[in-house]
C-alpha cells in the first residue's frame, strides 16, 4: 500500500469515527445497552455471511472471466480481487480505486494486462447491467415512499440511475469501438511526446499492442453467452445478498413486521444515491440516508443510530480492512 493510500485509509476511519461519535451524540447509553440485550445475534450473524457470500460470488464471477481466456486464476488469487476492489472503492472518490487495483491484482497473477482489463471491463459492465435492472424494480416498489417521506433524495435516485447507464453506454464504446480508444490514448501521448518523444513511441507501441489484445478479447468473450449467462446470474444473486443486509440489521435490533421487499428496494437506491457524493465511500451522505430512510423500521433512536453503525461495518468498513490483507498478501503468480 502507498503512503498516499495509507493516509487516506487513516482519514477515511478517523472521517466514520467521528460521524459515529457525532451519532450517538444524544443517545443514553443505558437504554441502548438494554434494547441490545434483546437483540438476536443470529441475525446480526446472518448480515455478516451475506457480505462474506457477497464477495465470494464476485470471485466467482472473476474466475470464470479468466478461466474462459485460456488463463488459470487460483482460488486464492480470486479472492483477492474484490477485497482489492472493496479498498480501491473505498479510499477513493465515486469508488473510482476499485478498478485499477483490480487490474494490478489481475496482473500480479500472470494475467496479460490487455486481456485483465478486457475482463475487468466486461465484469464491470455485467456488474452495471445488474445494478440498473434492480434499480428498475427499486423503483418501482420503493420510490413513492422516498418521494413521500424525502422529496429531495428523489431527484438524487433518478441522476444516479442516469450516471449509471451513462457509465455502461460509455464502456460499451470504449470496449467495442477500437477507434475511439485509439483517439483516446492519442490524446493522452500528445503531452508524453513533447517531454521523451522517443520513449512516447515506444510506448505507445507497446499500448497499441495492448489495445489490439483488449478489443479482440472483449469480443470473443461478448460471443461466449454461457459464460456470460453465469456472469449475469451469479452477479444478481451476489446482488440480492448485498441487499438483504439491512433487512437481517433490523430483524437482529428487534424491528417487527418489515418487508423484505421494501427493504432491499430502499438499500438499492440508498447504494444508488451514495454513488453520487464525491466523497470516498459516501462517507456523511450514507450515514444519513440510511438514518432518515431506515428510521420508521425501528422503536427509538438509539437502535437506528446502532442499525446505521453495524450496516457502515459490515459494507463499508469491513471490505476496506480485509482489502488491505488482501493486498498485501503475496498473488499465487503462476509458475
Same mark, same amino acid.
Given at each position: 500500500m502507498t503512503r498516499r493510500n495509507g493516509i487516506v485509509f487513516v482519514l477515511m476511519m478517523v472521517a466514520g469515527i467521528a460521524i459515529f461519535a457525532w451519532s450517538f451524540r444524544n443517545i443514553r447509553m443505558g437504554q441502548l445497552v438494554q434494547d441490545l440485550r434483546g437483540a438476536n445475534w443470529w441475525w446480526l450473524l446472518a448480515a455478516l455471511l451475506a457480505m462474506v457470500i457477497y464477495l465470494l460470488l464476485e470471485s466467482m464471477v472473476v474466475k470464470i472471466f479468466v478461466d474462459d481466456s485460456n488463463e488459470k486464476l487460483s482460488w486464492p488469487d480470486a479472492i483477492r480481487v474484490p477485497l482489492v476492489e472493496q479498498f480501491g472503492n473505498g479510499i477513493t472518490p465515486f469508488s473510482a480505486g476499485?478498478?485499477?487495483?483490480? +487490474?494490478?491484482?489481475?496482473?500480479?497473477?500472470?494475467?496479460?494486462?490487455?486481456?485483465?482489463?478486457?475482463?475487468?471491463?466486461?465484469?464491470?459492465?455485467?456488474?452495471?447491467?445488474?445494478?440498473?435492472?434492480?434499480?428498475?424494480?427499486?423503483?418501482?416498489?420503493?420510490?413513492?415512499?422516498?418521494?413521500?417521506k424525502l422529496k429531495a433524495w428523489s431527484l438524487f435516485v433518478i441522476l444516479g440511475f442516469i450516471i449509471h +447507464?451513462?457509465?455502461?453506454?460509455?464502456?460499451?464504446?470504449?470496449?467495442?469501438?477500437?477507434?475511439?480508444?485509439?483517439?483516446?490514448?492519442?490524446?493522452?501521448?500528445?503531452?508524453?511526446?513533447?517531454?521523451?518523444?522517443?520513449?512516447?513511441?515506444?510506448?505507445?507501441?507497446?499500448?497499441?499492442?495492448?489495445?489490439?489484445?483488449?478489443?479482440?478479447?472483449?469480443?470473443?468473450?461478448?460471443?461466449?453467452?454461457?459464460?456470460?449467462?453465469?456472469?449475469?446470474?451469479?452477479?444478481?444473486?451476489? +446482488?440480492?445478498?448485498?441487499?438483504?443486509?439491512?433487512?437481517?440489521?433490523?430483524?437482529?435490533?428487534?424491528?417487527?413486521?418489515?418487508?423484505?421487499?421494501?427493504?432491499?428496494?430502499?438499500?438499492?437506491?440508498?447504494?444508488?444515491?451514495?454513488?453520487?457524493?464525491?466523497?470516498?465511500?459516501?462517507?456523511?451522505?450514507?450515514?444519513?440516508?440510511?438514518?432518515?430512510?431506515?428510521?420508521?423500521?425501528l422503536p427509538n433512536a438509539g437502535l437506528l443510530v446502532c442499525a446505521m453503525a453495524l450496516w457502515r461495518m459490515i459494507t463499508y468498513y469491513l471490505g476496506m480492512f480485509a482489502g488491505i490483507i488482501a493486498f498485501n498478501i503475496k498473488s499465487k503468480q503462476r509458475g
Amino acid at each position: 500500500m502507498t503512503r498516499r493510500n495509507g493516509i487516506v485509509f487513516v482519514l477515511m476511519m478517523v472521517a466514520g469515527i467521528a460521524i459515529f461519535a457525532w451519532s450517538f451524540r444524544n443517545i443514553r447509553m443505558g437504554q441502548l445497552v438494554q434494547d441490545l440485550r434483546g437483540a438476536n445475534w443470529w441475525w446480526l450473524l446472518a448480515a455478516l455471511l451475506a457480505m462474506v457470500i457477497y464477495l465470494l460470488l464476485e470471485s466467482m464471477v472473476v474466475k470464470i472471466f479468466v478461466d474462459d481466456s485460456n488463463e488459470k486464476l487460483s482460488w486464492p488469487d480470486a479472492i483477492r480481487v474484490p477485497l482489492v476492489e472493496q479498498f480501491g472503492n473505498g479510499i477513493t472518490p465515486f469508488s473510482a480505486g476499485g478498478q485499477p487495483m483490480q +487490474l494490478i491484482t489481475l496482473i500480479q497473477a500472470g494475467i496479460d494486462p490487455g486481456r485483465a482489463g478486457s475482463i475487468l471491463l466486461m465484469k464491470f459492465v455485467v456488474y452495471q447491467a445488474m445494478i440498473v435492472i434492480n434499480f428498475f424494480i427499486a423503483i418501482i416498489v420503493g420510490y413513492q415512499f422516498i418521494a413521500d417521506k424525502l422529496k429531495a433524495w428523489s431527484l438524487f435516485v433518478i441522476l444516479g440511475f442516469i450516471i449509471h +447507464l451513462i457509465v455502461i453506454i460509455t464502456l460499451l464504446l470504449v470496449m467495442y469501438w477500437p477507434g475511439l480508444t485509439r483517439m483516446l490514448v492519442k490524446l493522452v501521448f500528445k503531452p508524453i511526446k513533447w517531454i521523451k518523444p522517443t520513449k512516447a513511441v515506444q510506448w505507445q507501441q507497446i499500448v497499441d499492442e495492448k489495445i489490439k489484445n483488449f478489443h479482440s478479447e472483449s469480443i470473443r468473450m461478448s460471443h461466449d453467452w454461457w459464460v456470460l449467462i453465469k456472469s449475469f446470474v451469479l452477479t444478481l444473486i451476489q +446482488l440480492m445478498f448485498y441487499y438483504l443486509i439491512p433487512y437481517f440489521i433490523l430483524l437482529a435490533l428487534g424491528a417487527s413486521h418489515v418487508n423484505i421487499i421494501l427493504v432491499m428496494s430502499l438499500h438499492v437506491l440508498i447504494v444508488m444515491v451514495i454513488s453520487l457524493f464525491p466523497i470516498p465511500g459516501g462517507t456523511g451522505g450514507a450515514e444519513i440516508g440510511f438514518s432518515m430512510l431506515f428510521s420508521t423500521f425501528l422503536p427509538n433512536a438509539g437502535l437506528l443510530v446502532c442499525a446505521m453503525a453495524l450496516w457502515r461495518m459490515i459494507t463499508y468498513y469491513l471490505g476496506m480492512f480485509a482489502g488491505i490483507i488482501a493486498f498485501n498478501i503475496k498473488s499465487k503468480q503462476r509458475g
